[in-house]
């Protein structure tokens, strides 16, 4: 049976956390003499600490309630924050499927937690029966789960990750950083049946924010008040909370682009199939393309004397380059480029 308090950390669970200000006072007043702010100046009040403005719009969108948010500086806050409540320094560890997303080795390594990767076979799946010694292990006290995975593109199996969270007592963090680019179902539909799921997402991919810094965890009340006992007090700026707020005012434009996006994905991935020396495209449910070349090393040196840059993940996976989407001039630089390399 899962149990929240076995699996966090003692000194996070009896945390008293800092109390600012605006946690202290939160209604309309006149004069604001409480927070030590200087009276003059157009940014010279704090942010709000719990974002509701943005909580509030977001809740509508994804069909979940306020107090299943929670917002972080990036998605990277999300992870690194998930080390501190649930892991002890030196003595748990978190398990991941490799290749993955680079941040939780760095994070983990920051917090000094092993991590387990366990490669991912069969067109970049999850090999379960590998699995269940550590879904076993107490001391695994986390698993993430990219879907759609980063390098690779692919969502992972819907039954396989429902699996690992039915029998993990840890927290399973699916990071779905490049969800809306996906046909697949997003979990968040799942975050009131599973107490052990937290489900990641970022304004950094399909919202076009990358620089403002915000991603969002959804998950049940109880880790969420973990959460907010652990983070800095005010995390998000308030000209981040602003252009957050101002895209979710537009979400129709943020689809619409997304749509384009999905669009120049097929004809870029047709466009790559013309090439002599691209020998596989792995299918992507994410906005950009993994492809299996001839030489990925030379391939990315020859684009970047090009003024054309790529990813090169020769190290990860074998002659494989990642191409972000981008949009259909870019797409095409990157064609033309490509068509004449020797
Ligand atoms: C899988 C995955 N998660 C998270 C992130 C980072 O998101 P953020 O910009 O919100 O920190 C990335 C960035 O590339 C990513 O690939």
């Known amino acids: 049976m899962f149990s929240l308090e076995k699996i966090v950390r003692k000194n996070i669970w009896n945390l008293t956390p800092y109390s600012s200000a605006r946690d202290e006072f939160k209604g309309t007043a006149d004069v604001f003499l409480d927070a030590n702010e200087n009276p003059y100046g157009n940014l010279n009040r704090y942010p709000d600490p719990q974002q509701i ?5 977001l809740a509508k969108i994804k069909n979940v309630s306020t107090d299943q948010i929670f917002i972080g500086n990036g998605s990277d806050e999300v992870i690194d924050l998930a080390f501190r409540i649930f892991c002890e320094p030196g003595v ?20 000094n937690i092993e991590l387990i990767k366990q490669p991912l076979i069969n067109d970049f799946q999850i090999n379960l029966n590998q699995l269940q010694p550590y879904l076993d292990d107490p001391l695994v006290k986390i698993i993430f789960v990219c879907s759609p995975n ?5 969502t992972l199996n819907t039954d396989d990750v429902e ?45 076009g ?46 689809q619409k682009n997304i749509d384009i996006i999905l669009e ?23 906005n950009f393309l993994l492809v299996n070349v001839d030489d990925a090393d030379k391939t990315y040196n020859y684009l970047i004397e090009r ?34 390399i020797s």
């Open 53 to 57: 403005k943005i909580k509030e719009k």
């Open 92 to 111: 748990d560890k978190a398990l991941t499927f490799s290749p993955t997303y680079g941040m939780y080795d760095v994070s983990a390594d920051i917090n």
């Open 150 to 154: 980063n390098p690779t593109g692919n």
């Open 163 to 207: 699996y690992i969270i039915e029998n993990f007592e840890g927290v399973v963090i699916i990071d779905e950083a490049y969800i809306d680019f996906s046909s697949k179902k997003s979990f968040i539909e799942k975050i009131n049946e599973y107490p052990n799921l937290i489900v990641s997402q970022t304004f950094s991919k399909a919202w």
């Open 209 to 254: 924010l990358a620089g403002v810094r915000v991603g969002v965890a959804y998950t049940n009340n109880a880790i969420l008040d973990l959460y907010n006992r652990v983070k800095p007090p005010y995390n998000v700026s308030v000209l981040n909370q602003d252009a957050v707020l101002e895209s979710l005012h537009n979400f129709s434009d943020v």
């Open 264 to 286: 120049e994905r097929s004809r870029l991935k047709q466009r790559l199939a013309s090439i002599k020396k691209v020998n596989k495209i792995y299918p992507s449910d994410a």
């Open 307 to 340: 003024k054309v840059i790529i990813r090169n993940r020769n190290k990860v996976i074998n002659n494989c380059i990642r191409i972000t989407v981008g949009t259909p001039e870019e797409n095409e630089r990157l064609i033309e480029a490509l068509k004449n």
